[in-house]
């Protein structure tokens, strides 16, 4: 390997120049997001870095392959760590949502067993004539006390259904025609 070539005076003090301006740039952008610094005071100090760096001879300018690397470096680990923050808030939000969806369908399960235990499961009644010939209607509206103990047939569409404990709740809308 061959030997570094010695830096020459002027070259050294330009070097540190630039040293002492980053660290002003770097004060300045602290001060910043503290609010005790403003934009234009920062792109001031950067401009007066470029300007610095501008003057200093290629051949003592650091190769930019090597500044990336070593910030790749840095950024390779904060990438590293985002990525595994974002991991475990997936890996909590799908967990979540796999709980509310066995909640959901075991609650509709159990719904579904209590009915059909309690009532039976029945076919649909549909609008068929064969259907209507032989079965009697009741309104909702004359539903009263007197056919209470009686089996009815409502016709009217199924506004919302729940079980609790080993009942069915229905509410059943029929429209004024």
Known sequence: AAAAAPVPP???ALQEKITAQGLVVRDLKTKQKDGSASAEEVDLAVKELLALKAELPA?????KSSSK???GGDSEAGRKAAEERDRKKREKREARERAAKAKMEGGSEHQAGVL???YGDLPMAQSRDSDRKHRKWTRVGDLT?????QKVLIRGY?????AQSRAAFAVVRQSFS
Do not use: A, D, P, Y
């Not at 199924?158 to 729940?162: D, F, K, S, T, Y």
């Open 116 to 118: 059909t235990e309690k």
């Open 10 to 12: 002027e070259v050294q």
């Open 145 to 149: 006390k007197e056919l209470e103990g």
């Open 158 to 162: 199924l506004h919302g259904c729940r």
């Open 69 to 71: 690397k070593k910030k």
């Open 59 to 63: 051949e003592f300018q650091e190769k």
